[in-house]
């Protein structure tokens, strides 16, 4: 019985430690939020609905966080000076026309910014999307930049086209420097899938940062175009208790989701179903 007490002390001591050591690797990190709809319609995981959203702004609003830009995450990284305390930054994903009927009210209510990575070619095209008028009046007040998520989203994994990728890359680019009168600074990769071809080109075509899809936070010693962004999901299984594990437990979460994906890419799906991401 004694020999058992030790090793269950020894056991939660290196757990312990080893969690203390995964949350000291990551101090100074920064979470990005990546969204993509909020709707009171649709129920499917990429979907919250828009109480959901608003409760989680005003949890971070009186929880103190500072709510920043890409532009002032970089221009802090860049200029060695000191970050806001407690910041963080909020993406969307898609430019679905939900964001401006639902979520730019509220980012108005609370005083909030947000990045909104668009899919270019669906813009005015379809009824559940953006228009561009709808864009130019996000942009122009402040709260709202509109960035790229590529002209079409296509997966860039499954581009093989040199042409075809520097046409996805910069064609949105283009696009929303042309209706939007200003500078597109940021791109978000879809499915946060990307290659060394993706990340060199969007450094050429002058995007300051590009952003993927993980758990984990984003660091200054991260490598610009394939910052970390910890993805927010809704439907009834998502809970706000799940945000706020997701938002403080990045730094445990992020290496297990990656040991549950290489489970998986290796054939160990019976395994890495016993590894519960919240």
Known sequence: MKRILILLVVLVAAISSFLLWLFQRDEGGVPILSYHQVNDVDNNAFTLTTEQFETQIKYLVDSGYTIITPDELL???????????????????????????????ILKK?????????????????????????????????????????????????????????????????????????????IAYPGGKYTREAEEMSKAVGYRAGFTVDYGLAHNDSQNYVLNRIPVLGSNEHTFFRFQLRLKAAPIIAPLSRFKEKLISDGNEGIASFIWIP
Do not use: C
């Open 75 to 105: 221009n802090a990284w860049e200029n060695k000076s000191e970050l806001p305390a407690n910041p963080i930054v909020i993406t969307f994903d898609d430019g679905h026309v939900d964001i401006y009927k639902n979520v730019f009210p």
């Open 110 to 186: 609370y005083n909030v910014k947000a990045t909104f990575f668009i899919v270019t070619d669906n813009v005015n095209l379809y009824p559940n999307y953006l228009t561009w008028q709808q864009a130019r009046e996000m942009q122009s007040s402040g709260l709202a930049d509109i960035e790229s998520h590529t002209l079409s989203h296509k997966i860039l994994t499954e581009i093989y086209s040199r042409d075809k990728l520097w046409e996805q890359i910069y064609g949105s680019k283009q696009a929303i420097e042309w209706h939007l009168k200003k500078s597109a600074n940021f």
